[in-house]
Protein backbone atom coordinates (compact mmCIF):
# COMPACT_ATOMS: atom_id res chain seq x y z
CA UNK A 1 0.00 0.00 0.00
CA UNK A 2 3.26 2.74 0.97
CA UNK A 3 4.99 1.81 -2.20
CA UNK A 4 1.80 1.67 -4.71
CA UNK A 5 0.12 4.89 -3.34
CA UNK A 6 3.23 6.29 -2.19
CA UNK A 7 1.97 6.89 1.39
CA UNK A 8 3.52 7.43 5.16
CA UNK A 9 3.51 4.35 7.01
CA UNK A 10 0.86 5.92 9.44
CA UNK A 11 -1.38 6.86 6.73
CA UNK A 12 -1.56 3.62 4.92
CA UNK A 13 -1.68 2.09 8.56
CA UNK A 14 -4.78 4.18 9.46
CA UNK A 15 -6.59 4.05 5.99
CA UNK A 16 -7.13 -0.01 6.97
CA UNK A 17 -7.11 1.21 10.63
CA UNK A 18 -4.32 -1.13 12.21
CA UNK A 19 -2.47 0.46 14.93
CA UNK A 20 1.37 1.47 13.22
CA UNK A 21 2.97 -0.61 16.30
CA UNK A 22 1.49 -3.67 15.68
CA UNK A 23 2.55 -3.23 11.89
CA UNK A 24 6.22 -2.97 13.18
CA UNK A 25 6.25 -5.39 15.54
CA UNK A 26 9.20 -7.86 15.75
CA UNK A 27 9.21 -10.42 18.12
CA UNK A 28 12.03 -11.32 20.64
CA UNK A 29 10.90 -14.95 21.44
CA UNK A 30 13.86 -17.28 20.77
CA UNK A 31 12.87 -20.26 17.93
CA UNK A 32 12.21 -23.23 19.91
CA UNK A 33 11.46 -25.82 17.35
CA UNK A 34 13.69 -27.97 18.84
CA UNK A 35 12.20 -28.35 22.02
CA UNK A 36 8.92 -28.37 20.67
CA UNK A 37 10.12 -32.06 18.33
CA UNK A 38 11.69 -33.34 21.49
CA UNK A 39 8.15 -33.07 23.46
CA UNK A 40 6.44 -34.49 20.65
CA UNK A 41 8.85 -37.07 20.61
CA UNK A 42 8.26 -37.71 24.32
CA UNK A 43 4.62 -37.49 24.23
CA UNK A 44 4.37 -40.74 21.08
CA UNK A 45 6.28 -42.71 23.01
CA UNK A 46 5.40 -42.45 26.85
CA UNK A 47 1.44 -41.64 25.69
CA UNK A 48 0.45 -41.34 29.43
CA UNK A 49 2.90 -38.92 30.56
CA UNK A 50 1.30 -35.57 31.41
CA UNK A 51 2.64 -31.92 31.06
CA UNK A 52 4.67 -32.00 34.04
CA UNK A 53 6.05 -35.16 33.89
CA UNK A 54 7.52 -34.50 30.13
CA UNK A 55 9.02 -30.97 31.82
CA UNK A 56 10.58 -33.25 34.16
CA UNK A 57 11.96 -35.19 31.51
CA UNK A 58 13.03 -32.30 29.54
CA UNK A 59 14.87 -30.60 32.68
CA UNK A 60 16.95 -34.47 33.15
CA UNK A 61 18.19 -34.22 29.54
CA UNK A 62 19.28 -30.48 29.49
CA UNK A 63 16.62 -28.50 28.23
CA UNK A 64 16.38 -25.23 29.71
CA UNK A 65 12.15 -24.43 29.50
CA UNK A 66 10.97 -22.29 32.21
CA UNK A 67 12.70 -19.84 34.23
Given at each position: ?Q??????????C??????????????????????????????????????????????R???????
Amino acid sequence: MQAIWKVSQRRACGVIQLDPKSYRYKSRRPDQAAIEQRMKEICETRVRYGYRRVHVMLRREGWETNH
